[in-house]
């Protein structure tokens, strides 16, 4: 591991917006390729993995306890404004919460087609998913984004291999610090510590088959 410092902190810092970032673009990739195949086995999730690309991509403009919004260090290019504008609308009324009218349920009497005897009730939804053309400009919104973010990372990542090469790296790789793993139950699943800004551990939770 890098020494703790304020440029591996920001170097962190920087890289987990990419990390979200990664993560937008290749849910829509997906999205896209499904929706040019009528065959794709992909079809029934299209409008999840644009729905996880949109939670991707707005968790980088938010601020947290543990990072800036990507907007403290990149802009928004001026040519994809108007889609970054729709992704943000459409998670905060849609994804993030159920308000607009992208998804509507009705509630319908089902009758027998001879007796207009009740048969029962139920609640469809209408669910609009977003047109291809608009994940393209979602997808090039999030590539624009992405390159910017790693032309200001890659000075940072300079140093730090500098600081490296500088580093008594045999006494690094012998004796330097490790990330612990802390093995926990799938029960204890959830997330209610705080990550640190610069981490030293990370949880992996395993289940235990009982009897086998």
């Known amino acids: ?11 962190i810092e920087l890289s987990s917006h990419a990390v979200d970032l990664t993560e937008a673009g290749s849910a829509l990739a997906l999205a896209l390729h499904s929706m040019a195949d009528p065959q794709s086995p992909l079809q029934e999730t299209e409008r999840s993995l644009v729905a996880s690309a949109a939670m991707a991509y707005c968790r980088t403009f938010f601020p947290s306890n543990v990072r ?3 907007t403290d260090f ?3 290019p001026q040519d994809h404004s108007a889609i970054h504008e729709l992704v943000a609308m ?11 009218d992208l998804s509507v349920t009705y509630a319908v009497g089902v009758l027998d087609a001879a007796t207009f ?22 997808l090039d919104l999030v590539t624009a984004v992405g390159e910017q973010l790693d032309d200001v990372i890659e000075p940072i990542r300079t140093r730090l291999m500098a600081g ?26 959830g997330s209610p ?20």
């Open 74 to 76: 990149v802009k928004v």
């Open 164 to 189: 490296l090469v500088d580093a008594d790296r045999a006494a690094l790789v012998a004796d330097g610090p490790r990330p612990t793993v802390r093995m926990l139950l799938a029960a204890e699943f």
């Open 68 to 70: 800036r919004p990507v």
């Open 1 to 11: 591991m890098v020494d703790d410092s304020e440029d591996a902190r920001l170097f």
């Open 90 to 100: 459409f998670r905060n009324r849609t994804i993030a919460h159920s308000q607009s």
């Open 193 to 212: 510590a705080t990550r640190p800004k610069y981490a030293t551990s990370h949880p992996i939770y395993v289940t235990i088959e009982r009897g086998v």
């Open 117 to 138: 005897e009740v048969l029962d009730v139920t609640a469809p939804n209408i669910s609009s998913a977003m047109p291809p053309e608009q994940v393209r400009h979602f």
